[in-house]
């Protein structure tokens, strides 16, 4: 038995500040009052206690209340990427069975037509019902579902658990220490793991959270160099644009500035060279939707000596490589854990997300003699795009469907700024232009997975078995 | 599933340094290969997997590197308390069980004759054994069982699991904050929990441990005014001598000193007062053998506001009061978390440690408008003398079952020095004197359960329905 992180948080400090957003700041009680608000706003309008929902909204406090609302009616959120096209999040509507969709009234049009859903200025003007709140949460309860994508190009809803959160949270905290006026910076999406677990840490650890409703250089800069913030967690094209922003300035980050987490991709070493000059710690991090944020990470101690590495595992938390038997030797990575997903929802409820109690990440890396754990590839060629996972057969699947393309591949191009985006390569059937299948795309994609750029070729490369082999495509272009 | 804590914090922090004793040093890397040649050797003995040892010697490093030794071997270790006399030891031996005692060469003539027992040499100079060290833990093996005594005046062997102590870490260190260079001093027993937690949260924390063999003053206010070690655990006893020698000294406290945790019993107000001048700061805490540590801990900020509580509940426990539906009612201490034991071993495992998942303490309090407690009175008349429980019911068994005396009560009185000591009051069938008597109870007893007063009475207080009602015991000496 857990408590219910909300109401304790508040009992145990309740004057304490919990949150920043702009000009305004809320404290741990007056977080926890708005948010038993907010869910008796939802009892009202229908939404009960244990049902599935959905949500999505920019990162601003309205949001945060209502997934604190959502948490106090122990209600499984699906986490809606305000990224993805409509096509996209419909199919993880209907896959997930969301009852309603919260939706903040500023992305109203992000969401498919016909969905039943409550905008926030509804529920926040609604009537509040009297309801019974827990205040303890077992560790099975499901609090999040994200979904990822896989080699089938079909995305799987992660369930993430009390247990997962809090076995990632308390493993973080024994890695990189807690003090009482830590102020976390959260500049990443809170849709995903990277920033809802800033969220629950807070709750955990008691400590404060400024929240941007978008990355913001300049402000991100100042708040480092002023000693605004403490921490914070990044993916690569972000660290490099505060990198830039401090030395435009000629700052420095403050010397109470204590650490910089940089996940969702490996972090270019003249990136940590440049950190290092401007009093800037960054630790490099190895996580994923299916292990609640971090499961390694390198201290920044170990920066220069153990270059390109994503560290050691967590406290609570086992790494070991498939086959190998030796330091050094390449294979699969797999992961144990209380942080690692009991398992996916919808189409996917039946496969089992660990094997043995080992979770095969697809991720390809090593170990050496000291334990430090190398990434070498990210699974099933999976594209990273300024810290957003893209899977090939996601866009193949779409390329695919129009009918005047016979096969598609994609794969991953090195980018300045985004690290890579995705680079498509298509046999045709009949004539089409460039411009018109980019259209075709359009409604079907988030943004960021559109192609950058569309090869038209003879044929694709193929192994033995007729299967493709993405890593060749590079070569067409190189 | 939890990692052993001793080859995982070798594993993620090999080079740290762990232990310092007078002069030496040892690193996590180090203390993980010293425990487990011992825990080979101690195979090589006959002690086996999973079985249920005794332990017992003074405060060194080679007491610690055995208790790491029997937990590689996943063994129930029974701490045996050094200040108890044979027969008490007798008792727990017998209770528990045990297959064999480990006693450091120092202690041997503290344990009963006849008691199968290995000598910490014996096991330090034999060969080691090939053996299977599991690196995965469950969260109900038993570590730990510590004895502590109830009403009846029989002790019970409480089981102190991996869940128990891990809660009781996890939930601290969400409370008192965590730096890499933190330093606990360990003047308090190993074998009672206060000390035990401290090795327990130095393996999760992946901090240092000084360990000092026996409580020194001088050597204490010197670490604390030079900032060799940042937090500490004491009882009120020796944190009154901390203050003298400071206040002697004309010292104060580093700043880098953090944090003294004062248990096992009320600290007086003007303690604090003279803590705070010499820049000492102090928690007032509240935890038994039960709860694997602390349940709540005020802190050090709240210390003037709340004179004489003992704080929250830490995050994952939960305390109420039996009966009350107010703040400020009066009423038993009840407890609840994953610190909590799941029960006893010996006569008294049929005993269930909790009611509906609460643990009903026998301590009298109350918690005010804000949720902060206040401990009123140790249970069933519990004396704490210098933080060691006395529970007079044992001490009346003692007096009783001498052929003089017809009735026994005991009750605590106030004691500069001690805190409280334990006072009897004797209703004689035949003439005996106080020394007679005391040295009747001196092979039988611990030296600090030996009543300091006999007071021979016609009578004793006793209610309706014939229950001696201790607490009017100190009424016929004042």
């Known amino acids: 038995m857990n408590p219910n992180w909300i109401l304790q948080r508040a009992h ?4 304490r500040r919990a949150l920043i957003f702009e000009d305004q700041s809320w404290t741990f009680e007056e977080i926890k009052n708005i948010s038993v608000h907010r869910a008796k706003q939802l009892a009202t309008l229908g939404v009960q206690h244990y049902s599935r929902i959905a949500i999505i909204g920019p990162s601003q406090p309205r949001l945060i209340f209502m997934m604190y609302a959502c948490m106090h009616l122990q209600c499984e959120m699906v986490m809606l990427n305000r990224k993805l096209s409509k096509e996209e999040l419909q199919y993880q509507i209907e896959d997930a069975g969301v009852e309603v969709v919260l939706v903040d009234d500023e992305d109203i049009s992000l969401i498919p037509e016909n969905t039943p859903h409550l905008l926030f200025t509804t529920i926040e003007s609604s009537e509040a019902t009297s309801i019974n709140i827990h205040n303890e949460w077992s560790n099975e309860q499901t609090i999040s579902i994200m979904y990822t994508s896989g080699t089938t190009g079909f995305p799987k809803g992660v369930r993430q658990t009390v247990g997962n959160h809090q076995a990632s949270a308390l493993s973080s905290v024994l890695n990189i220490g807690l003090s009482e006026d830590d102020v976390w910076l959260c500049v990443v999406p809170l849709f995903h793991i990277s920033g809802f677990s800033i969220l629950v840490r807070s709750l955990l650890y008691g400590n404060q959270v400024k929240l941007y409703k978008k990355f913001d250089k300049e402000q991100c800069v100042n708040d480092i160099a002023k000693g605004n913030v403490t921490h914070m967690s990044v993916v690569a094209v972000m660290l490099e644009r505060i990198l830039q922003g401090l030395e435009e300035k000629d700052s420095q980050a403050s010397p109470k500035f204590k650490l910089i987490l ?27 939707t299916e292990t609640s ?57 039946d496969k089992s997300s660990t094997i043995d109690g080992w979770l095969h990440t697809g991720d390809i890396g090593y170990l050496d003699e000291d ?16 810290g957003e996972n ?30 890579q985006v995705p680079a498509a390569f298509v046999v045709l059937k009949t004539t089409i232009t460039e411009e018109e299948l980019l259209q075709f795309c359009r409604g079907k994609l988030g943004k960021y997975k559109i192609p950058k750029y569309i090869y038209f070729v003879p044929s694709l490369p193929r192994n033995g078995s007729n299967k493709l082999m993405r890593r060749k495509l590079k070569e067409y272009i190189m």
Not at 12 to 15: E, I
């Open 262 to 288: 940089a996940g969702g991709g490996p972090v270019p070493v003249h990136y940590l060279e440049r950190a290092s000059r401007l009093n800037l710690p960054v630790s490099q991090t190895y996580g994923m």
């Open 390 to 419: 893209i899977y090939p057969a996601e866009i193949e699947n779409v390329l695919m469907s129009h009918e005047a393309v016979r096969e598609a591949g994609v794969c991953g191009v090195e980018d300045d700024v985004w690290g």
């Open 293 to 349: 944020s971090q499961t390694a990470t390198l201290s920044n101690q170990d920066a220069f000596r153990k270059i390109g590495s994503a560290g050691k595992p967590l406290f609570f938390n086992q790494i070991k490589i498939a086959n190998s038997t030796m330091p050094n030797e390449e294979g699969e990575i797999l992961i144990r854990g209380p942080h690692v997903t009991p398992g996916y929802i919808g189409r996917f409820s």
């Open 371 to 386: 334990g430090y754990l190398y990434v070498l590839d990210r699974r099933s060629d999976l594209i990273i795009s300024g």
């Open 12 to 15: 145990v400090t309740p004057t």
